[in-house]
């Protein structure tokens, strides 16, 4: 049972991060070099011992002999080069994405370091002294861990990209843009910059759309009477019938108050949907946790007090919950050959998939109430910036399919949670701070859309990988959009001076995020997933993301890519003939060869911008699905470049999918030899 | 499909002869024209008469019919032989009926009947050209729960009625006689009767694997059946032992199941025999024979394994039945391995508890998970492959001869013998290979469909002899095919059809327990092969998996509960809406066939990857 070459993928333990920084390939032989830029002296005075050696990485699911390897600490990563296997083999950590560390009992083989990473990464260490144990064990607390803010890994992330290019990256999703594709302003809505000093709220963003009909003091004094001044504000308008789906924090009813600005408001925005007599006020909290609010001068609307209103309560619960229901799962993921029992109890014990259920639940409650009922809904819950930002963008991507385009998502994140002031500092412990406001909201969305693209194949341009990617992202802190908790934080942090954005990234590596099996924008509008039980899966790819022998061993996505970009190249070949463009042989060339690099490729990037990116119309989109701004981003040249490249990583991964097949029996014959009982 | 004629149900009006007013008339309007799924069987007189006896009632009007997923519709039902017919009223325009329902009554597993005195009560459900007179007072409902595990209703207008079809159906669904049974009738006229019989000669096969080995030969011992009633008549065993010591090999296993071969693994020439458990009863009784005949087949110095499908207690009990397991100081060489696999009555009732979780659409997620654990389906998915694993490790890696038997060897056995040879051996993984290999392992090796898969999930009646062994044999290829997805040639179209058809079936490929049943009944010269139909070009296609690229290597599945999942395609066929699903298959279909160059270019590149394995590439690539 030789350790064969299974698993050479594990390379990029960082999932793809240490790849942005051009070359991984160099590893850590350069590590100290190439790291140049981002070494601040902060980090630096962390680490005491950059290089352990005789460092033991363990498997957590076979018994196949430890690895033994050197262990680096850079700046930004926990870097092990495995010197035992016969391919060079590398785990990448990246400070910012370790959860938890620990040093565990010692025992006679070393010192073990368990590392439990936000991506769900667990990495097992055994180091041979004690003493370099503890001294990774202290610079790791340190390191993942900042305590300000600009030791964040963004503030020293340079990809070496122009100012222009980092500025015009800022520019690519322009929130504007969307409201004018739902056809907003128009006579009942209008985009105002009431909060441009951020009187009305310190949450949300300068500019918030509202009805026309509520002028400046009803939108103040609506203010004063909803918690932390989140009034109620447009998130989505579906354009059909005008129904359209709003968001707030609680009111601060208490037991009796009342506030007629803010049923000034509510009236407001049922009045711009004529069509329906009624709204909708949705509370996604369990009804017991708003009556408790009640006691606190908060709580929820009184149907007697508004006029036209049905409310109801939709029971997702709090960020404690879910956080301790996240820690379960976590636990059963890790336990050490279960029984199917064990994993189902567990499981089940967890709560996730309930909770997951419960958002997607209530999104397609809303969905619903928009579509089929044409009744305008208006959300909220505590503070409105955790259950609200998930319900809202679930039934946003459940309604339009422009959500479900990449161009689409960005913007969708962007306005509903970065926008909106969903705490991502907060709720992803970006810095050291309380360990009672981490929760995994962001995840149970993203776990929601995996979901929706597990029932749905064809509807979403982008792949699982796109999900991953961003996931990790949100806790990199490589970028700067998931920074502090709302606009004004990251106003004050100057991000967009000094820290890079996120989607022009994104968009670069398109190739390998796209669904082959997308079939267009035009081709689903509304999606109606179906809510039984069973339709809810445990998501290994993300729990169990790093554990790859649990995963099929043959990947279509990666074979239908190849076929893809197979089919997109003879296609390219074809209309390069035709065209004869002109620059071909000039300059591009060089940029072209760079294109791996982060950055080069954005300097097209302002095309990204103009108007009919956002356009809902069928007009735009080509046969294939893909929009204008696809073709209009990349010359020719470009795009052949990236085929070249992604086919060349399909060839690898294929490659190593081979490596996987063959290799020893795995999880499935581990100790299946034994004596007999 | 739909290729038969009108007007050739000529023998059911004997079979149904009217007994009501207006049935007689109202069976010949809907009988015109009808698009005929198949092609009645042509009964002799006496089957017919048979039938009509159990035949209550052959037609009734205005019955309403829904099912899970398909909109409710009216029409006339017609009780024949073997089918229940519905086919909906001609519309207004005088345009002919369309036979919305075509069922087998085998089909049915369970009958559930519901009447009531409705007196003044109209039906809600009419909608606008209700105009039945009979309707005076009752009316009932039948749901018919069947053995593919979809559920449908009939309204029936009259409480007698409906007690009659319900009835009538009961009697019909519940006929045990194998020769009575519908493939004995079905006579497709696309279709040669001879066809698909001898598609996978055993015989063949054995001289094939006899030509690379001394050490194995062909035996006719069981040739008529005397050795061991329940094995084919084409045996391969060690060519150092004589068909004498066979015989006496065969009275030490319970049934005569002596140990034989099972799959010679080519790339390190092990082997994989099967067999029942020896007799070795409460006195420890020794077999000289049986203990040569596995000593033969280890070489000098060789070990080999013994995978007992009981845990080690229930062997030893097993003794007090005159049964047992081989004792180490009788077999030194072979070591045991004891892996529990559930089998008989609690593994139909977890097929029958985890069906009844997945009807229940009411569940909250937690009660869903719970019944999803309580059933245990899944650990059986689970167990049953990590066995087929050992025992495919056992070959592949430790090189090892093994031995695989439970009690009778004709359940878990089978499952485990055959699901290891999917993982060794790619040959098995092609359309033609997995239907050699259901013949070979399933169906010639004696596992008895005919007692086994008389009931499904849904029948109450008191079970002895059901089991859903070759469900869970589908379910294990079923998690192959999901784990890699390239390597085999077929897809779950395949696994559905089969495992409908092992249930109930216009075919004659599951009938009987065993190769001396067939012989009797003359299946083979009196009905149609299932593999004739299925290898029929247009037929073939639907079977086929658009992403298979030959895989010469070992296939070794992940057995973590993380990557073992439910079948929701067979749980749930009739439940969730298949529509976005078959989309995408639609659609990687259309991305593949437009890339045929580059799958070769990269399967190339697969293979070129495995230098470990080029020797077996070789050898497989026919």
Redesign the interface.
Known sequence: ?AASARGSRETCGGAGLPRANGGAEAGPRAVGARRGEAVTAAAMEHITTPKVENVKLLDR?TNRKATNGTLYLTATHLIYVDASAEVRKETWILHHHIATVEKLPLTTAGCPLLIHCKNFHVAHFVIGQERDCHEVYTSLLKLSQPVKPEDLYAFSYNPKMSKDNREIGWKLIDLKVDYQRMGIPNDYWEITDANKDYEVCNTYPPEIVVPRAANKATVIGSSRFRSRGRIPVLSYLYKENNAAICRCSQPLSGFSARCLEDEQMLQAIREANPGSPFMYVVDTRPKLNAMANRAAGKGYENEDNYDNIRFKFIGIENIHVMRNSLQKLLEV?ETK?????????G??NS?W??HI?AVMDAGVFLAKAVKDEKASVLVHCSDGWDRTAQVCSLASLLLDPFYRTFKGFMVLIEKEWIAMGHKFSHRCGHLDGDPKEVSPVFTQFIECVWQLMQ?????FEFNERFLLEIHDHVYSCQFGNFLGTCHKEREDLKIFEKTHSLWPFLLQKKQEFRN??Y?GFTAYKELQP?T???????W?GMY?RF?K??????C?LD??L???S??TKLEDNASELENKLPFLDGPLTTEACSLSKMGSGSSKTPMLNTPQDYEGEPAPVLTNGSMVWDINVMSDVDQKNKENLSKHQ??RD??D???V?????????AA??SS?? | MGAGAPGVLGPRPVAAPARREGGLGGRAVALQGFPLPRQPPRSSAGAAMEFAELIKTATVESVLLSGAGLPPVRGTLCITSHHLLLSSRPGGDGAPGSVELWLLIRNVDAVEKRVQNLGWYQPPRTNGSQRDTRLAGSSGTITLRCKDLKVLQLEIPGMEECLNVASSIEALSSVDSVMMLYPFFYRPPSLRLEAGWHLFPLERYYQQIAAQTSQWRLSSINRDFSACPTYPPAVIVPAAVDDEALRKAARFRQGGRFPVLSYYHRKNGTVMLRSSQPLTGPNRKRCREDELLLGTVLDEGERGFIIDTRSAQAAKQARMTGGGTEPKASYPRWKRLHRPLERGRPLQESFAKLVDACNDTALTMDRWLSRLESCRWLSHVKAALSTACLAAQCLDREEACVLVHGAEGTDTTLLVTALAQLILDPGCRTLAGFQGLLEREWIEAGHPFHLRCARSAYSHARLKQEAPLFLLFLDCVWQLSRQFPFSLEFGEQLLLTLFDNAYASSYGTFLGNNEKERCLCKVKESTHSLWAWLNEPGEKKKYLNPLYSHNALVIWPSVEPQSIQLWQGLFFRWIRSSEYLDEAWAEIQRLVENDDTSVEESAGNRQSQAPSDTAAQTENKR
């Open positions: 049972m699911y993921c050959s279960p029984s199917m029992s064990d994993f189902l109890t499981l089940e709560g998939l309930r259920k029932q749905f194949p064809c509807t082959p099996l079939r179906n039984l039980p069973f339709s809810f899966q445990f290994c169990n554990d022998g649990m995963h099929p061993k043959q279509v074979h239908l190849s076929c893809m197979q089919k399909d060839l294929l490659k999918t081979v490596g097949l063959d290799s020893e029996a795995k999880d499935a014959s299946l030899i007999e009982n």
